[in-house]
């Protein structure tokens, strides 16, 4: 097999379920070599399955993103490996249960923050010396809920990840790496389903075709 370069490389964040999972194995088919990390070991061993099946190839590094530690031997064996990045998708979230704001509950408001900002705040710093020097680019993904009844805590710390990666597409635009933000169709993926109990999933968007429609903005 021939060696993967770092321009071919693609770091999904995120990649055991819904639109992370779909969007890693559209990278591999695509034979990007991906780099698949998540905490639920069974969904990136099905993801394996699922690229190897297609021809590609994948790593499966089953991290808790919230260990500044393990990212930050992620990001050094990363550069020692490969020497640099072509692609980050960021599509690590922590999906609060809905609660009024007055009621959000403590650890989950302290999980919220520590994977939806904090653990952003720790990658886009490791992450940015290997992209740039790959001429990569970094896909975030946005999820406009912030201010709507009883999302306060996905909806803040979501809104405050996108805020950052803003500011890191403002800072970059010039000397890289490219940062996209795109904002996902509605999905039939297992999380819109606790946010929204009993709706007709029939009119939402498939996660596949999504990943793909995405992955065109790239």
């Not at 639109?19 to 698949?36: M, N, Q």
């Amino acid at each position: 097999m021939t060696e993967t370069s770092a321009a071919n490389l693609a770091l999904v964040t995120g990649a055991s379920r819904g639109l992370g999972f779909a969007l890693a194995a559209a990278l591999g088919a695509r034979r990007w070599h991906v780099l698949a990390v998540a905490r639920t070991v069974g969904g990136l061993e099905e993801l394996d399955d699922r690229i190897r099946a297609q021809g590609g190839t994948a790593t499966l590094a089953p991290l808790n993103l919230t260990d500044q530690g393990a990212m930050e031997h992620l990001a050094g064996s990363i550069g020692a490996r490969w020497g640099g990045l072509g692609l980050w998708v960021h599509a690590a979230i922590q999906a609060a249960p809905l609660s009024p704001a007055a009621h959000v509950d403590g650890k989950e408001m302290e999980k919220s923050i520590a994977t939806n900002l904090r653990a952003t705040a720790t990658l886009i710093p490791l992450l940015d010396p290997l992209l740039r020097a790959a001429g990569g680019t970094a896909l975030f993904l946005d999820d406009p809920r912030a201010g709507e009844r009883f999302f306060g805590a996905y909806g803040s710390t979501k809104a405050a990840q996108i805020a950052l990666a803003k500011s890191w597409q403002a800072e970059t635009q010039k000397i890289g790496p490219r940062v996209v933000i795109a904002t996902p169709r509605p999905m039939a993926t297992a999380t819109r389903a606790r946010f929204f109990p009993g709706e007709d999933r029939s009119a939402l968007a498939d996660i596949h075709d999504e990943a793909q429609r995405l992955l065109t903005l790239l």
